[in-house]
């Protein structure tokens, strides 16, 4: 792709209300834009970025056997009245009418629609089990939209609902859907932790969170530092004001606060931040029995469908992906999320020559699939230090520099990260970003 051809309004302006590196680079690197509190457009970058997660969620899922389906975003509030939880939503549910004054909601989640699905469709034990998901817009309406699209009102997510004809056979899906999970955010490039959970308004008998180790995170979780256990401190601490209180406290704060209990492997358990990306539940029957959907089982007897349900934030993974990984002046995307790979930057690019080296280093690179951007802007503004500057704070993860070297046949790699830089042979740039990649 051609920077020139690329809408990427890249601006030095904060928005006011942006604290968090994340917030502020995506806006600022022309990633997305704010509409009203908490709605939030993709721009061509941000699209990118997302769609890349998207895909790495659904390989994952598709492997691991699930269906990708695609529900209505409006949905009937009759269903939110039948499984009784119009009232446990309260005013996070948005409700709208109709012409004809029928109430409707816009979805905060699934479940209910998702068990009209398969209600009646899936008749015997013998179709069992079933795996279903979307990764489709859901809207809540937060007391507090903030932190750009971290804790949006409208954003992405995938939802997933299974259905089982045994408690046994349910637990055996949670359990590959956590693997699954650590797979996608291991993908991602992603520093994460899982933890025990509450299960909140969702319900259901255990449930687990995905966290994205970050000093920003909103919640506070307990870890050991030797083995796999991991506890949101809301399980912990019953009172919801402790939670509160401990979860306004900023990283710093929290590793002054010795935890003195030990990890049931002697391990030193201690304090993080993270960002919930991800959370899943052992359901059981509540809603299945609630809005009556049955299969019949080896006696031909009708039973309450197992179930259990899967959420991935997947709008929030862009920004996590930032707050985990950023410097002073801009992002740093792994390189599973990054929009491109390389920025191929022309120094000025109304220089013939170095278009043209430019462009051919660009063509090499796209045809050893990797992808790829050149910065062939040659306006006014679109100095070498412009384009470096947009380099960081859009971070890519690699630049390749043409520029004053070119007479002696060489060019420079920046890596965004390390801004380490190195002279490569114009015929060698390929070769080494493939090394680099690998
Ligand atoms: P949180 O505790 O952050 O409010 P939640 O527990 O209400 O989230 P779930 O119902 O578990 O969220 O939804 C599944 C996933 O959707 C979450 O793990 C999170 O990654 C994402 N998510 C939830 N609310 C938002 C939001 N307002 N904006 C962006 N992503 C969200
Ligand atoms: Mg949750």
């Known amino acids: 792709m051609r920077f020139s051809r690329l809408f990427i309004p890249t601006t030095k302006e904060n928005p006011s209300d942006a604290v968090l590196p994340s917030h502020q680079f995506l806006v600022r690197g022309g990633f997305v834009n704010q509409e009203g509190a908490g709605l939030y457009n993709f721009m061509p970058l941000g699209k990118i970025v997302l769609d890349k997660i998207r895909t790495i969620v659904k390989e994952e899922l598709d492997n691991a056997g699930c269906n990708e389906v695609q529900l209505s975003f409006v949905t009937p509030m009759s269903l939110w009245d039948r499984s009784g939880r119009a009232e446990d939503m309260g005013k996070e549910m948005l409700r709208i009418q109709d012409r004809h004054q029928n109430d409707f909601v816009l979805s905060p989640t699934n479940e209910e629609a998702m068990v009209e699905m398969v209600k009646n469709r899936v008749k015997s ?56 999970y650590k797979k996608i955010f291991t993908r991602l490039g992603l520093d994460f932790r899982v933890v025990n959970a509450d299960s909140g308004a969702i319900g259901g008998t255990g449930s687990k969170e995905f966290h994205v180790l970050a000093d920003s995170g909103e919640d506070t979780i307990i870890v050991c530092q030797d083995c796999d256990y991991g506890d949101n401190i809301e399980i912990i601490y019953f009172d919801e004001e402790e939670v509160f209180k401990v979860n306004e406290l900023t990283y710093e704060q929290l590793q002054t606060t010795e935890v003195t209990r030990k ?140 520029g004053k070297q070119l007479k002696d046949g060489l060019v420079e790699i920046i890596d965004r990260k390390t801004l380490e830089k190195q002279e490569v042979e114009i015929d060698k740039v390929t070769q080494t970003l493939v090394e680099l990649n690998s």
């Open 125 to 180: 034990y013998k179709d069992l089990p079933v795996n279903l998901y979307q990764i489709n817009t859901k809207f809540r309406d937060e007391a507090r939209p903030r932190y750009g699209i971290l804790r949006g009102r409208e954003f992405l997510m995938k939802d997933g609902y299974s259905f089982h004809a045994s408690k046994e056979d349910m637990v055996r899906e949670f359990d590959l859907m956590e693997q699954t």
């Open 263 to 402: 990890c049931g492997c002697g391990g030193k358990l201690s304090f993080k931040k993270g960002i919930e990306v991800g959370h899943i539940f052992q359901l059981g029957d509540k809603y299945s029995s609630a809005l009556e959907a049955h299969f019949s089982d080896e006696n031909g007897k009708p039973k309450p469908f197992e179930m259990a349900t899967f959420g991935i934030g997947v709008s929030r993974l862009v920004a996590s992906v930032i707050e985990q990984n950023h410097d002073e002046v801009g992002c740093i995307w792994t390189k599973s999320t990054a929009p491109y790979l390389v920025d191929v930057i022309v120094s000025n690019a109304k220089k013939e020559d170095e278009l043209e080296v430019g462009m051919k280093i660009y063509e090499n690179l796209k045809n050893a699939g990797i992808s790829t951007i050149i910065d062939d802007r040659n306006g006014k503004k679109d100095t070498y230090g412009f384009k470096m500057g947009d380099f960081k704070l859009i971070g890519f993860p690699y630049a390749v520099v043409v």
